[in-house]
């Protein structure tokens, strides 16, 4: 059986309650909150990703990785490069991880003597800060050569392999490896 029904029209206007216009709001809000939050873990495994990629490369100890760079290059170009890779200039917190980096740096550099660590007293002659401009508490200087030697020229810091991971200061601009720390979450 066939209905044939000429005289409906569709409507001119559609009208919704409030409700269901302020329902679709709060759901299209809920939306763009789940779309942000996967886009923030998305982001945070492919970070976690790349860190696992310089953690095969390099060393892992504890909380953070490590990764010699055999290029040499001057002190802030190397922060800046390891900052680009997502890290800092290794900075040893306590002996246990100053020789663990003299340690990787005589495998993986076996040519360097001297690598770039994140220590510096650019800003005030005599206060050596980390990368992030906070105080060190650790440091394993060479008394037996008179360091730091408090010279305005030399401002950064080198652990040097073939003292034992004593550390020296040096001028900026020379050309060194270096070696990078990355926080592992």
Known sequence: MHVLCRDISPPSLLFLPDFFVENAAAEEEDVKSQIEKLWHEVNSLKEMQALQT??????KSHRKCYLTIEEPKHYHEANEDCIAQGGTLATPRDMMENNELRDYAKRSAPGS???????????????YVDVNSFPVSFVNWDRSKKQPTGTKRESCVVLSVSAQGKWYDEVCRSLKTYICEYVIP
Request: one cysteine or more; glycine letters at 14%; hydrophobic letters at 50%.
């Open 113 to 127: 003597k001297d690598l770039w660590i994140g220590v510096a007293d650019i800003v005030k002659e005599g206060q």
């Open 54 to 59: 310089v953690c095969l490369r390099g060393i």
